[in-house]
T-cell receptor, first 111, second 116 residues
Framework: GQNIDQPTEMTATEGAIVQINCTYQ??????LFWYQQHAGEAPTFLSY????GLEEKGRFSSFLSRSKGYSYLLLKELQMKDSASYLC????????????FGRGTQLTVWP | GAVVSQHPSRVICKSGTSVKIECRSL??????MFWYRQFPKKSLMLMAT?????????EQGVEKDKFLINHASLTLSTLTVTSAHPEDSSFYIC????????????FGPGTRLTVL
């Protein structure tokens, strides 16, 4: 595989904060993406990190450490509709856009 | 936002037949499109990069003669699964790259292929 690792499942309650971690292989790194995917649907774009640091976008934030090959997605003020699979994807190699996905983290938000 | 469509959304076919899946970018042009495959509860796996006007680039382990890709125009790429077998049953998803510094490629809604 492409050595992208993220937890398989997570649960949280409405209104809470959850952090989904992702580690990846650093060679040939071009950027790190997070997508949300509901069952049977296509992934939808959440964030893109290429530089170290935190990118905040509303309730969702994403962090990247290039040297550590580490990223996390932070979801605040969780809502029931946030129950989905969250995919970490690494853009690697000489051709931009070739994404290598992790298995996805299935997040369940309870009332 | 940018819209990518796929047709058909679902297809059931008999073993040994060929199935064509279309991927269209509806409101932008895409020199590059990508084809992914996703098995149940598994990750999306990149199959190939589809380049308008040139041959597709396949990932290691993907048979180019089995999964034929044609990128005939800047808005259309097709994936043909030839001589399909039950193990080819999967969710096939395409994405299109708008280029011009776009942060992300845009994914189609996917095609559920079931081979009997």
């Amino acid at each position: 595989g492409q050595n992208i690792d993220q937890p398989t499942e997570m649960t949280a309650t409405e209104g809470a904060i959850v952090q989904i971690n992702c580690t990846y292989q650093t060679s040939g790194f071009n950027g790190l993406f997070w997508y949300q995917q509901h069952a049977g649907e296509a992934p939808t774009f959440l964030s893109y990190n290429v530089l170290d640091g935190l990118e905040e976008k509303g309730r969702f934030s994403s962090f990247l450490s290039r040297s550590k090959g580490y990223s996390y997605l932070l979801l605040k003020e969780l809502q029931m509709k946030d129950s989905a699979s969250y995919l970490c994807a690494n853009d690697r190699g000489s051709t931009l856009g070739r994404l290598y996905f992790g298995r996805g983290t299935q997040l369940t938000v309870w009332p | 936002g940018a819209v990518v469509s796929q047709h058909p959304s679902r297809v059931i076919c008999k073993s040994g037949t060929s199935v064509k899946i279309e991927c269209r970018s509806l409101d932008f042009q895409a020199t590059t499109m990508f084809w992914y495959r996703q098995f149940p509860k598994k990750s999306l796996m990149l199959m190939a990069t589809s380049n308008e006007g040139s041959k597709a680039t396949y990932e290691q382990g993907v048979e180019k003669d089995k999964f034929l890709i044609n990128h005939a125009s800047l808005t259309l790429s097709t994936l043909t699964v030839t001589s399909a077998h039950p193990e080819d049953s999967s969710f096939y998803i395409c994405s299109a790259d708008p280029g011009q510094g776009a942060d992300t490629q845009y994914f189609g809604p996917g095609t559920r292929l079931t081979v009997l």
